[in-house]
């Protein structure tokens, strides 16, 4: 394990402040889509979870600048390659930030939200945080990255746990 992460940590990090192996930094540094990254390396799907309108972590709730207890969409998904599970991810969508054009965004179901995020217009990928720690309660520790995308204006948080599938399956050594 890389030594920015010698414990699990239940904070994000900016990306910039921590050391990261090569393979780590490409993955997590990366300003593409991950969606198209990963259907480099065999047949892609995404397999929904969690769907809810609900109140936001507190952090989340720092991290788009949302007051009170506003709600919004929470929706968590698995990405698979050739259906091994290789990432989990967590997006959320503040209701005020589905509206207009993007409401597509709220109805993704088994499509992947990157399929619109960069699709014209692009959405802007204004903040990237990092942090060793587990995707959900109970499971392994892993490296995740959450992103802050504005998106015709409106802010919405992305967070992708790279589970250790994702390294078999790409054929990377994040450890070095």
């Known amino acids: 394990m890389p030594p920015a992460a010698l414990h699990p940590d239940t904070l994000w990090r900016p990306l910039?402040?921590?050391?990261?192996?090569?393979?780590?930094?490409?993955w997590m540094a990366d300003p593409g889509s991950l969606t198209a990254r990963l259907q480099r390396?065999?047949?892609?799907?995404?397999?929904?979870g969690r769907h809810a309108i609900t109140p936001p972590s507190?952090?989340?709730r720092q991290l788009l600048g949302l007051p009170g207890r506003q709600a919004a969409l929470i929706r968590e998904v698995?990405?698979?390659l050739d259906d091994t599970p290789v990432?989990?991810?967590?997006?959320?969508?503040?209701?005020?930030?589905?509206?207009?054009?993007?409401?597509v965004l709220g109805h993704m179901g088994s499509r992947?939200?990157?399929s619109e995020l960069y699709r014209r217009p692009a959405a802007l990928r204004d903040q990237v945080w990092a942090r060793y720690g587990a995707p959900h309660s109970g499971e392994a520790p892993c490296w995740g990255r959450q992103s802050r995308f504005i998106k015709r204006g409106h802010p919405l948080l992305v967070a992708e746990y790279?589970?250790?599938?994702?390294?078999?399956?790409?054929?990377?050594?994040?450890?070095?």
């Open 78 to 80: 698995t990405l698979l």
């Open 87 to 103: 990432v989990a991810a967590r997006s959320v969508l503040p209701l005020s930030s589905l509206r207009g054009a993007n409401r």
């Open 16 to 26: 910039e402040q921590l050391v990261l192996t090569p393979v780590l930094r490409d």
């Open 58 to 60: 507190q952090e989340e």
């Open 41 to 48: 390396h065999g047949r892609f799907r995404v397999q929904p």
């Open 162 to 176: 790279f589970l250790p599938a994702l390294w078999q399956k790409t054929g990377d050594r994040p450890g070095g």
């Open 112 to 114: 992947s939200l990157g």
